[in-house]
């Protein structure tokens, strides 16, 4: 019965902790939802600050992260069946990014190629483990999206074939554009790729092509963080206007919190893409997601022969 009152754009992650633990759990998921998905989109907004800083050299990072910032807002109110299109545009974005990247390191007249200086230590430095765990765990982010966009799925039955592809192609595209990275620009390779272009020489238009198509895709995907933030702080009501005045006035504020954040991690994007993941996401998108399966199952599923969960309330 609570699922019918609940619209499918409030059906989050928030939303699923209430189901199976009921107001502390909803408070919790809720509280590291947000905070989660807030940090990713400050990350978001950084990257979008230092590619549009590259395309266009007299334009400040911090100016550039609150149109960004803005832009985003303003996203927001698409309706959902438009990001599929959106989804689309962005990973062409994406592909030209990667592929402007890799034409413009070819132009190199010779590449770091850190394992031949350094040996075994240009694989493995235990020092910077922790944050590497972080940093790649931030780039599987997003879970708490899901629900919304499942739910707003014209044919669901293509969900699982859909996470499956995207997932291997995410893995695919992050690893091997950073062992490319890693392997051209050395211990010099910068936490945003595009900077390290801008140090080349011949490679305006490569570089700015680069920049530009990061700056697209991230813009593209900002809204749908945007979203899943205010919907897991104040989801809309059913049988109500999705965008009443104080839900609005949240929005903005929300927006203007994101902008000044970014502007604050403009110089340090790696530091916060390593918080967010190792602390935020990994609650969310590795813990979270098998106890409330685990749950749920105990409670609507037959599962409660799972003694471990018997404690649960």
């Known amino acids: 019965p609570a699922v019918l009152?609940?619209?499918?754009?409030?059906?989050?992650?928030?939303?699923?902790?209430?189901t199976a633990f009921g107001g502390w759990g909803q408070a919790l998921i809720g509280t590291i939802?947000?905070?989660?998905?807030?940090?990713?989109?400050v990350t978001f907004m950084v990257m979008n600050g230092v590619n549009a800083s590259l395309?266009?050299?007299?334009l400040d990072r911090s100016i550039a992260i609150v149109v960004s910032s803005l832009l985003t807002m303003f996203a927001v109110f698409l309706p959902m069946r438009y990001y599929s299109y959106l989804s689309l545009l962005?990973?062409?974005?994406?592909?030209?990014?990667?592929?402007?990247?890799?034409?413009?390191?070819?132009t190199m007249p010779s590449w770091a190629n850190p394992y031949d200086h350094?040996?075994?230590?240009?694989?493995?430095?235990?020092?910077?483990?922790?944050?590497?765990?972080?940093?790649?765990?931030?780039?599987?982010?997003?879970?708490?999206?899901?629900p919304v966009v499942h739910e707003c799925m014209r044919d669901k039955s293509a969900w699982n074939c859909s996470v499956r592809v995207t997932f291997f192609l995410a893995f695919v595209y992050y690893g091997g554009l950073g062992v490319?990275?890693?392997?051209?620009?050395?211990?010099?390779?910068?936490?945003?790729?595009t900077e390290n272009l801008a140090q080349l020489e011949g490679v305006i238009l490569l570089r700015?092509?680069?920049?530009?198509a990061f700056l697209v895709k991230i813009q593209l995907t900002a809204p749908l963080l945007l979203n899943a933030i205010i919907v897991s702080v104040w989801a809309p009501e059913f049988g109500k206007p999705e965008w009443p005045l104080s839900r609005l006035l949240g929005l903005i504020v929300l927006a203007a919190a994101t902008a000044l954040m970014a502007?604050?991690?403009a110089d340090d994007v790696a530091a916060a893409a390593a918080l967010t993941g190792s602390l935020f996401t990994m609650t969310t998108s590795v813990l979270f997601p098998a106890v409330v399966h685990l749950r749920l199952r105990q409670l609507y599923g037959g599962a409660r022969a799972c003694s471990l969960w018997t404690s649960l309330p």
């Open 5 to 18: 009152s609940v619209p499918p754009k409030g059906r989050d992650f928030t939303f699923l902790a209430h």
């Open 33 to 41: 939802t947000s905070l989660e998905i807030w940090f990713a989109l």
């Open 55 to 58: 395309v266009w050299p007299g």
């Open 90 to 106: 962005s990973s062409l974005a994406l592909a030209i990014a990667a592929i402007a990247m890799i034409a413009a390191a070819l």
């Open 118 to 146: 350094l040996g075994e230590p240009a694989l493995l430095q235990l020092q910077n483990l922790p944050r590497s765990v972080g940093i790649i765990v931030f780039c599987f982010a997003g879970h708490p999206c899901f």
């Open 180 to 193: 490319f990275g890693y392997l051209v620009f050395g211990g010099n390779l910068e936490a945003t790729f």
């Open 208 to 212: 700015n092509a680069s920049a530009a």
């Open 263 to 265: 502007a604050f991690f």
